[in-house]
């Protein structure tokens, strides 16, 4: 079994940061890529990051230069830095990961979301 766990929303006001967090925990021998996708009231869920196990990063057009994704891999944990936070960016933040548990399986799992907030 793995669970990933987000925390870090919140609500904040216009041109403010957050940083979120993403805990991978259970059975896991590897993890690959890890993202940050979100969801806003009445749209579809759309991608906002991800990253390689080496460290590549890809961003959506609409968070580049404001957003940075990281992770370190001996927490099994990875990250969102948000800043210059605009309106528009607020969403429930799910973070999701393709993990190993030791067999050539690879399972893209997802946490619960996280919500933010941000406030004009």
């Known amino acids: 079994q793995v669970q990933l766990v987000e925390s870090g929303g919140g609500l904040v006001q216009a041109g403010g940061s957050l940083r979120l967090s993403c805990v991978a925990s259970?059975?896991?021998?590897?993890?690959?890529?890890m993202g940050w996708h979100r969801q806003a009231p009445g749209k579809q869920r759309e991608l906002v990051a991800t990253i390689t196990s080496a460290g590549s990063t890809n961003y959506a057009d609409s968070v580049k230069g404001r957003f940075t994704i990281s992770r370190d891999n001996g927490k099994n944990t990875g990250y969102l830095q948000m800043n210059s936070l605009k309106p528009e960016d607020t969403a429930v933040y799910y973070c999701?990961?393709?993990?190993?548990?030791?067999?050539?399986?690879?399972?893209?799992?997802w946490g619960q979301g996280t919500q933010v907030t941000v406030s004009s």
């Open positions: 259970g059975s896991i021998f590897s993890i690959n890529a």
């Open positions: 999701n990961a393709q993990i190993s548990g030791g067999s050539y399986t690879v399972i893209n799992y």
